[in-house]
């Protein structure tokens, strides 16, 4: 598994719900932001993806929820790919407060998909080593 990227969030208020806390579908856009910010680190853009027929797909997800984050919450949002074998790879996030306490674990399955077949393609670990300009981000 690839060392944990990672990116800042704030909390927002609109993002909470009638307890105050964030909003339960919240914690996946934060989980998105930090995949793509990933993507963008390693040098990926979604044009790049898509210019070269393919893009990545979700093909499951899974949120512990841990400790609530209230408006104003600082959080770091963690990002490592394990790639093991096969068609699909797997993403371990972390959505940890600045004093260190975790408030989520989100497991996400996902896959490149060919546009054109529409199909998933046999080494995503290759796509992404190919089109990164640092690769090491993935643990490639």
């Known amino acids: 598994m690839s060392e944990p990227f990672s ?3 704030t909390v927002r208020g609109y993002e909470t719900d009638v ?3 964030l909003n339960q579908s919240v914690y996946l856009n934060y989980a998105e932001h930090a995949r793509w910010s990933l993507l963008h680190a390693a040098g990926i853009s ?6 070269t027929g393919v893009g990545p797909v979700a093909l499951e997800t899974t949120i512990r929820y841990i400790r609530e984050l ?3 919450d600082e959080v770091e949002v963690t990002c490592a790919f394990d790639w093991g074998s096969g ?11 600045t ?3 975790v408030a989520a ?3 996400a399955v996902g896959g490149i998909l060919d546009l054109r077949e529409r199909r998933l393609v046999a080494d995503p670990a290759k796509v992404f080593k190919e089109l990164a300009t640092d690769p090491g981000l993935f643990g490639l």
């Open 46 to 51: 979604q044009s790049a993806l898509t210019g």
């Open 105 to 107: 674990e989100i497991t």
């Open 19 to 21: 307890q105050g806390h």
């Open 70 to 72: 209230l408006a104003g």
């Open 7 to 9: 990116v800042p969030v």
């Open 87 to 97: 068609k699909t790879f797997r993403i371990e996030q972390t959505v940890r407060k």
């Open 99 to 101: 004093d260190g306490t």
